[in-house]
């Protein structure tokens, strides 16, 4: 903290970041299902007072190792059971992340080139998103960027080579504690590629290699031999569960063969625009330390293994956001000190997506004021209601793209007539970023209530209650954690047919869609509550 107060870039960077990812993360509900998945999980390890065992609905969870719901239970601890609490550990995450590429990049090359690298990551769309969000992602990425940084400094440094390899094999380890053996596979794959093309350069000991894998290895090891009682069982259900989410989409999460390419391209804009400038010219600003041939082979490997992996979510592939954001910040550091001019093609992609951004948060108030007309592109009963729900979408909420598109605009074209001064683009840039959180401040809460509010009101309604919630002909991890969910060891075994039509002293409440409420209904003696926004609302009463 020290070293910081007393750099002006970090301390910047530091303040900036801080305003961009801590205020109004409480302000939406949790999504489902990741958000909802994961704070569920940290609240009932809080429940149960059991901090190795991962469950929903105290139901052993083999996904994800625990970690990070660790950090979501200690900031619980602080905050409370809430949406603060489940996604302040990511915003400390984006903020020590912004501040560790300033630091990478001033050992890499300078103070100018760290804030510039720094900046291109603290300014792109989904990194903005996912620093205030309550998804693991952001955390598993950072171990895994640090495995890769300390894997560069062990090749590249004579001095410290112990430490450098230590350092390498911590952050992979502590990236399978967050994620699982992803965290080992990508930063070793990338390290042993760029090590295989420079061979003839480095010199490595065997010992400091055996130390390195050792140490990413056998801690996560203990721990999940710890998890699971030092029983396989764990450890065999983790494999079995990332080995299917490997080979075959999960719920409903497919999508084509080159999916992650327009994602993390839009998802890094407009940072993005750079980082494919930078790849088409020669970069003087290298220093030739191999550190951009090291992030080009990130940024392949990454693309290429979530290329072959069937489930495609758009986070899967957001490692490949640092070795954007580093090609960016060498494009821009080569304008701005070199000289370089951008080409024609950049300035039309930088200005084209922008400004459809802009026509986008514009048009989108206007097209839900007059969403009727859109009811027919609807093919289920649930996706019409839910799209046709009372909620207030003011005509208004697109001057905010006015102002922030025409700010952009104006000075991204001041700074093409002039491409030394920095402070039109900077000025650009944040105008970019106001509009990014302007959409996430405005619009999220709006879309929010069509998808799930009505059930999240629903399940607060009996928060606390001694019941019983039962979603059917969907999935979802709002009733367990909006509704409070407490463990019923009378029911505990039984499945949701056997609950259903069991004499026992339990209220359950039963949550389905207009599409299967009433094939549901006639399954089972159940009365209709009340139905909202495309959600049928059932009970059944103890007996």
């Known amino acids: ?230 029983s396989l069982s764990f450890i065999v259900a983790f494999v079995e569960r990332n080995i299917a989410l490997f080979s075959q989409p999960d719920a409903g999460h497919g999508g084509f063969l080159l999916y992650h390419f327009p994602a993390v391209f839009a998802g890094m804009l407009p940072a993005s625009v750079f980082a494919i400038e930078n790849l088409f010219r020669k970069n003087v600003s290298d220093n030739n330390n191999g550190f951009r041939a090291l992030m080009l082979i990130l940024l392949i490997v990454v693309m290429l293994v979530f290329t072959i992996v069937k489930t495609k979510i758009i986070h899967y592939s957001s490692l490949a956001y640092f070795p954007v954001s580093y090609l960016a910040a060498l494009c821009v550091y080569n304008i701005l000190y070199h000289h370089f001019k951008l080409s024609a093609l950049s300035k039309i992609l930088l200005l084209s997506f922008s400004g459809l951004f802009a026509i986008a948060g514009i048009a989108f108030p206007l097209i839900m004021n007059n969403r009727e007309i859109l009811y027919g592109l609807f093919s289920d009963l649930y996706s019409k209601e839910a799209f046709l729900a009372p909620v207030d979408w003011p005509l208004y909420l697109g001057a905010g793209f006015i102002l922030f598109g025409s700010l952009f605009f104006i000075f991204v074209i001041k700074w093409f007539k002039n491409l030394v001064i920095s402070k039109y683009l900077i000025i650009a840039t944040f105008s970019f970023v106001l509009m990014i959180h302007y959409t996430l401040h405005i619009f999220l809460g709006r879309v929010e209530a069509h998808s799930q509010a009505s059930l999240v009101e629903f399940c607060e309604e009996y928060k606390g209650e001694n019941v019983v919630f039962m979603t059917m002909g969907f999935k979802s991890y709002i009733p367990y954690f909006y509704g409070n969910s407490m463990p019923h060891s009378d029911l505990k075994g039984k499945n949701k047919y056997e609950i259903l039509t069991s004499t026992h002293s339990k209220t359950i409440y039963v949550i389905t869609k207009l599409d299967k409420s009433q094939e549901i209904m006639n399954l089972y003696t159940l009365t209709e509550l009340y139905r909202k926004n495309g959600y049928v609302f059932l009970t059944r009463t103890k007996n």
Do not use: C
Request: net charge positive; no cysteine; glycine share 6%.
């Open 1 to 230: 903290m020290v070293m910081l107060l007393k750099n002006k870039f970090g301390l910047i960077l530091f303040i900036l970041s801080s305003v961009l990812f801590i205020p109004f993360l409480g302000g939406v509900n949790l999504f489902d299902w990741d958000e909802v998945n994961f704070a569920e999980i940290s609240r009932e390890m809080i429940v149960s007072g059991n901090y190795l065992n991962m469950t929903v609905n105290f139901e052993p969870f083999y996904e994800k190792p625990p970690l990070f719901f660790w950090l979501q239970v200690l900031s619980m601890k602080i905050f409370g059971i809430n949406e603060f609490a489940a996604r302040f550990p990511n915003a400390i995450t984006g903020i020590i992340t912004i501040l560790f590429l300033y630091f990478a990049g001033r050992k890499i090359k300078n103070p100018k080139f760290g804030f510039i690298w720094a900046f291109s990551m603290m300014v792109a769309v989904l990194p903005n998103m996912y620093y205030k969000s309550g998804i693991i992602d952001p955390l598993f990425n950072l171990w895994m960027f640090l495995s890769v940084y300390f894997g560069w400094m062990y090749l590249h440094f004579p001095h410290k080579k112990v430490f450098h390899a230590v350092s390498a094999g911590l952050f992979a380890g502590l990236a399978m504690l967050t994620k699982g053996p992803v965290g080992l596979l990508l930063p070793a794959l990338s390290l042993l590629i760029y090590f295989l093309i420079h061979i003839r350069k480095f010199k490595i000991n065997i010992f400091e290699i055996i130390l390195s894998v050792t140490t990413a290895i056998a801690f996560p090891l203990f721990l999940y031999l710890l998890v699971s009682g030092f």
